[in-house]
């Protein structure tokens, strides 16, 4: 039976949400600046009785207007997700509501199979180098910029590369690319240090990169060039000599899920980074069995506002198989995410029921 049973929907509401960066966050390989924070949606759904659950809306187009009046149980279960295709774009609030209504935190609703406190890194480190267009900083700017993270908790940085894509020529961008890797490890020796190329390489460019930045110790490259299995398999042979322990991770741009399982089937692909939203907590649940099998891992991509990467890091708490999760810095106007703590790195999950979200006057984040 549905530990839901007896609860029906009453009002499913929307309000905007605005996330705020800390810092103007810049360029990278295929985009512009991307500003101080973006807007969004989030939803609340209320039951006859008084419970409710709130969290960001993404997903196919619905009305969820059409919920109103069901059987909370004809929509989630808490033991599989949402079960109505329409009711996807609340992925997010019904888990909360659900959690809630069971009186635990969302992570442990999805099983607890993870670990906590959860890894995270800072993905906030992007063309600083580049900017302002009149005066660029250079080196300097990427590296006050993991200053700040550092000083906020962050032991690990995601760098974005690819400069050489749009913004330079591509071999000065590849090689502003290199040094800038260079001087990242050689600032912060303990750190985890990771690269995005955003689709800004191609396979050549890539193992050169790799051969370049040997002694970095980099975790992983992620989306060199978009998903295809001859150049992922030129990437592999290199990856295969001594000393190249580093991780591919891709799936993150519409991903054809079938194809990015098949390519990490084939030993492509050692991490998955479909979106925690846009694909969905529900889809993950289903989909992280099967990544378990190929015997590869997952981080569930959250770039763009802060409370996807406290979704993303209970998901990891609950499914387990995620090595670490993307970090977005930053606060959300009107939600106090105070329940989750930041320290060297980890990130500490509130113990509240649901997400451990609620309501402040002022912005508030971790």
Known sequence: ???????????????????RYPRTIGRNARLG???????????????????????????PESDPATLVGRPLEEVIDPDHGVLDPAALPLDAALHDLAARLLGVPVHVML??????PVTCYSGAIYFEDLDPEEAPRGIDGVLASCAADWASGYRAFKLKIGRGNLWMTPEAGFARDVEVTRAVREAYPAARVLVDMNDGYDPERSVRYLEAVADCDLFWIEEPFAEHAEGLRRVREHRRRPGSPVLVADGEFEPDLEEVLDLARDGLLDVLLM???????????HLMPTVRE????????????????????QLAAGLGNVPVVEAV??????????????????????????????????????
Request: aromatic residues 6%.
């Open 1 to 19: 039976m549905n530990a839901l049973s007896g609860h029906r929907i009453s009002e499913v509401t929307s309000t905007p949400l605005r996330s």
């Open 294 to 313: 190929i015997g590869v891992a997952a981080s569930p991509h959250a770039w763009g506002h802060p409370l996807k990467t406290l979704y993303a890091a």
């Open 33 to 59: 600046a991307h500003g101080d924070g973006p807007t969004a949606w989030a939803v609340t759904v209320r039951t006859e009785d008084g419970a409710s659950g709130w969290g960001m809306a993404e997903g």
């Open 275 to 285: 979106d925690v939203l846009s694909i969905g907590i529900t889809a993950w649940r």
């Open 329 to 366: 810095p930053g606060t959300t106007d009107g939600v106090d995410a105070s329940g989750y703590t930041l320290v060297d790195g980890r990130l500490t999950l509130p113990d509240a029921p649901g997400f451990g979200l609620g309501p402040r006057l002022t912005a508030a984040g971790h």
């Open 111 to 116: 099983g607890g199979h993870g670990v906590t």
